[in-house]
């Protein structure tokens, strides 16, 4: 075999290598490292050495069709690896990587080093990192079920241009519509389309941004589980409901599943596509993802809704026994299946990145709108499809808070549309003070997170709900809207590979943030650090250099810890010294104009950023049809040059320092430069 076909550059800074059965080989000079040296050895092992500090130990068959693999890493703190609620740095830990309802498997580890590792492995598997010593740690990853084994090494050294490598690799990140970063109004469940519309026109009538209402499961009622039809007693006409609420500014997202009830004239249409022994469709061929997509979309996605929730998406493996929906397990079920592209335990964890791949590739061949998926699984490349992803089923208490906020870190580090069931799926009662509090610190922290969203069962969680709190969930929900014009340019930066929301580790050079897990950066210039606890006083560690407190402006010098206290209407944010931070007036839906915008200089120094816009929706931003007003900062200057793309806004910016208003100034497209002290 020869050497290229083992080892392969996959770009400027990532190396592919393929470990198959009884191959001698070696390879010197890896242009991402330096000089370094592949040893493939007959017997089956493999050594890596580099100069750089990267050490693969050793790669083995297992029996059957098992590989295992040691690695030494440079690093001290190490990140990703998917979604596993009460881990951050993963030094010194083991994790099972299989899908399941809150854990996400994605096998990708990133160190604070520069130094990434991508396994190109589907089947269940276990990740082991050692306790550093001297600046490296050894990595064990076993994988179940594989007959050769493909790995990417990822070196930096910038810990974010790890992640930008790893979604190039995979197909990149796609933009998702401006309004998918408004606020989203659901619970499980809208019982009828009646209540669904009088939800979106409370809203209105109280003028509480919105711009997603979510039509969950049940609505097929007579016709069997996931029937994709809709039950005429609850919702007689689902093309008025959307079009109603399109009206009214708001999109609609509805739920489908990827299982079907034993009763259900679908279950006889895809039984060519289902895997043998259960209800649930096979993704793992061409044709199975085809079937799928043509059924959700001329049986529901016609009507008229704006997005699919692919809820399940483990899946959740049902079996046709005990009832129409049948009965249920996650991984075991489809691990012990024959699918279409093979043995169930080999392609285990790929089912969500198959499932909506289908539907991201159905979708964008028909329409001119960007697809829109949630969903509660991922896998490697699934970043490529746009689907955002939620954590899962969660309780409602201060130790669930603090788990969703560690796993949000992580997992929004290597994959960027993330979101959470604010307030918990087991929701607590709004007429509780206790539960208020949790509430209202999540919902602060949700502002925060890629996207907005509101969900829960056994009680509402509507703003109006909440008694005399309602004001202040009214005011979290328009800072969101504020920090749009900041949070749709972190957006813009997602798909030119810079993540939203990441850990400390990401950016800054500093032991002190490694094991910083409810704390986070969320964009260029602004870090977040949620209230997990009662009470309104936390400690914030604050990163060497300068720093600014949001509401009060004032400079807070960095590489120590301090204490802060906030009300339940605020969430303790600081904003890097000399950045320029974007924000738009209060608005009730996210296509709306928010002139005049203000862009907050906080401190001196120098700086760069953007601010970009564009139609809102649709693929012309794939073509140019945007624009980004360039943002530059020098020493008693800022200057906002010539826009870039092909689509023109006019704005009128309010340029704040120090709190105050300096001066007010209209941008035309074309350069202007202005002082300021």
Request: proline residues 6%.
């Amino acid at each position: 075999m020869k050497v290229e076909e083992l080892v392969e550059r996959v770009a400027p800074n990532a190396l592919r290598v393929s470990v198959g059965d009884h191959l001698t080989l070696a390879f010197t000079g890896a242009p991402l490292l330096g000089e370094a040296e592949l040893n493939f050895r007959k017997e089956g092992t493999l050594q890596f050495l580099s100069p750089q500090g990267l050490l693969a130990e050793e790669t083995k068959r297992t029996v059957d069709h098992g590989v295992r693999q040691r690695l030494r890493l440079k690093g001290r703190g190490f990140y990703g690896l998917g979604q596993h609620p009460g881990t951050f740095n993963y030094a010194d830990r083991e994790v099972t990587l299989v899908q399941r309802n809150g854990e996400i498997a994605l096998p990708v580890l990133v160190s604070d080093g520069g130094v990434g590792i991508v396994w190109d492995v589907y089947s269940l598997s276990r990740v082991k990192v050692g306790r550093p010593e001297g600046g490296f740690a050894t990595v064990d990853f076993q994988a179940e079920d594989v007959d050769g084994f493909v790995y990417y090494v990822i070196y930096g050294p910038d810990p974010k241009r790890v992640v930008s490598t790893y979604w190039k690799l995979t197909g990149g990140v796609p933009l998702l519509p401006r309004w998918a970063f408004g606020y989203w109004q659901s619970k499980e469940r809208y019982a009828t389309q009646y209540e669904l519309l009088e939800v979106v026109a409370e809203f209105r009538r109280r003028k509480i941004p919105i711009d997603v209402v979510v039509q969950d499961w049940m609505y097929w009622g007579k016709y069997g589980w996931n029937a994709l039809k809709f039950d005429e007693s609850t919702h007689p006409d689902p093309s008025l409901m959307t079009t109603e609420a399109h009206r009214m500014g708001v999109k609609v997202i509805v739920s489908v599943w990827s299982n079907f009830g034993v009763s259900t004239d679908v279950v006889k249409e895809l039984r060519p596509h289902l895997v043998p022994g259960s209800l649930n469709y096979d993704p793992s061929s061409p044709e199975g993802r085809r079937a799928y997509w043509e059924l959700v979309d001329q049986r529901i996605l016609s009507r008229g809704f704006d997005g699919l929730w692919l809820d399940a998406s483990e899946p959740e493996f049902f079996k046709p026994t005990g009832g129409d929906r049948g009965t249920y397990t996650f991984y075991t079920g489809l691990r012990d299946s024959v699918l279409k592209a093979g043995r169930g335990s080999r392609y285990v964890n790929a089912y969500p990145l198959l499932h909506t791949s289908g539907v991201y590739e159905g979708w964008k061949s028909k329409y001119s709108t960007r697809p829109v998926v949630l969903t509660r699984s991922a896998y490697l490349g699934q970043n490529r499809t746009g689907a955002i992803v939620w954590s899962g089923d969660i309780h409602h208490d201060w130790g669930v808070l603090k788990a969703q906020v560690q796993a949000g870190i992580n997992f929004s580090f290597i994959y960027p549309y993330w979101t959470t069931d604010t307030g918990g799926f087991f929701s607590g009662d709004p007429a509780d003070e206790s539960y208020r509090e949790i509430f209202l610190r999540w919902l602060a922290w949700s502002v925060f997170c890629p996207v907005m969203r509101v969900h829960g069962t056994s009680y509402p969680k509507e703003p109006w709900r909440f008694g005399k709190d309602e004001e202040i969930v009214k005011s979290l929900i328009e800072l969101r809207y504020r920090f749009l014009p900041y949070i749709y340019t972190a957006a813009w930066e997602v798909t030119k590979g810079t993540p939203m929301m990441r850990p400390l580790a990401a950016d800054f050079q500093d032991e002190e943030v490694l094991d910083v897990d409810d704390q986070y950066m969320f964009g260029p210039s602004l870090m977040v650090s949620p209230i997990t606890f009662p009470g309104g006083r936390r400690e914030v560690y604050i990163p060497r250099g300068k720093w600014y407190d949001f509401w009060t402006w004032e400079e807070v010098e960095g590489g120590k810890s301090v204490e802060v206290e906030v009300p339940l209407d605020r969430i303790p944010l600081h904003v890097r010294g000399g950045s320029v931070l974007p924000l738009g007036r209060p608005i009730e839906g996210a296509d709306l104009e928010q002139d005049p915008l203000e862009l907050r200089l906080y401190g001196e120094g120098s700086s760069s950023s953007e601010l970009y816009e564009d139609e809102g929706d649709g693929l012309g931003y794939e073509k140019g049809e945007y624009q980004v007003v360039p943002i530059t900062r020098s020493e008693g200057e800022l200057r906002l040059s010539d826009a870039i793309g092909n689509l023109r806004r006019e704005h009128t910016f309010r340029i704040l320092v120090g709190g105050r208003v300096w001066t007010e100034l209209r941008y035309v497209g074309r350069e202007i430069r202005v002082e300021v002290q």
